[in-house]
């Protein structure tokens, strides 16, 4: 019988909160968010999944600004800078390395996420 592992879990108290219950895939960061990888042709095919994997996570409030970063002062920063974190390795995981590697020193995912869009005009 396997053995279940330890999480902690939070209890999502507001939509408008980056906090959600937690699995075991949610907290891996090498994940990847599609088994479309993003390369310089697929753009939208690949925003379309991703965006549909981060709803199914409860964590599309990253791309939609739902979840803004708070005050680095503020007691709710580090729970969102680790979630954040989160979020980017899923998204830094579906991309082609050499794409990846473009935009592994954003600062944020919404950074990223905004670096895409022009990158990638539609």
């Given at each position: 019988?396997?053995?279940?592992?330890?999480?902690?879990?939070?209890?999502?108290?507001?939509?408008?909160?980056?906090?959600?219950?937690?699995?075991?895939?949610?907290?891996?960061?090498?994940?990847?968010?599609?088994?479309?990888?993003?390369?310089?042709?697929?753009?939208?095919?690949?925003e379309?999944?991703?965006?549909?994997?981060?709803g199914?996570?409860?964590?599309?409030?990253?791309?939609n600004?739902?979840?803004?970063?708070?005050?680095?002062?503020?007691?709710?920063?580090?729970?969102?800078?680790?979630?954040?974190?989160?979020?980017?390795?899923?998204?830094?995981?579906?991309?082609?390395?050499?794409i990846?590697?473009?935009?592994?020193?954003?600062?944020?995912?919404?950074?990223?996420?905004?670096?895409?869009?022009?990158?990638?005009?539609?």
């Amino acid at each position: 019988m396997a053995e279940e592992s330890s999480v902690n879990l939070e209890v999502e108290t507001s939509h408008a909160s980056p906090s959600s219950i937690l699995s075991d895939v949610d907290v891996n960061p090498n994940q990847r968010l599609s088994s479309v990888l993003l390369n310089e042709f697929n753009y939208l095919p690949w925003e379309r999944a991703v965006t549909l994997a981060l709803g199914g996570r409860s964590k599309l409030g990253y791309v939609n600004r739902a979840f803004p970063i708070p005050e680095i002062e503020s007691p709710k920063y580090d729970a969102w800078l680790c979630k954040d974190q989160l979020v980017m390795s899923w998204l830094l995981n579906s991309m082609e390395r050499k794409i990846a590697e473009i935009f592994s020193y954003a600062k944020s995912f919404m950074h990223l996420w905004k670096n895409l869009k022009e990158m990638y005009p539609e």
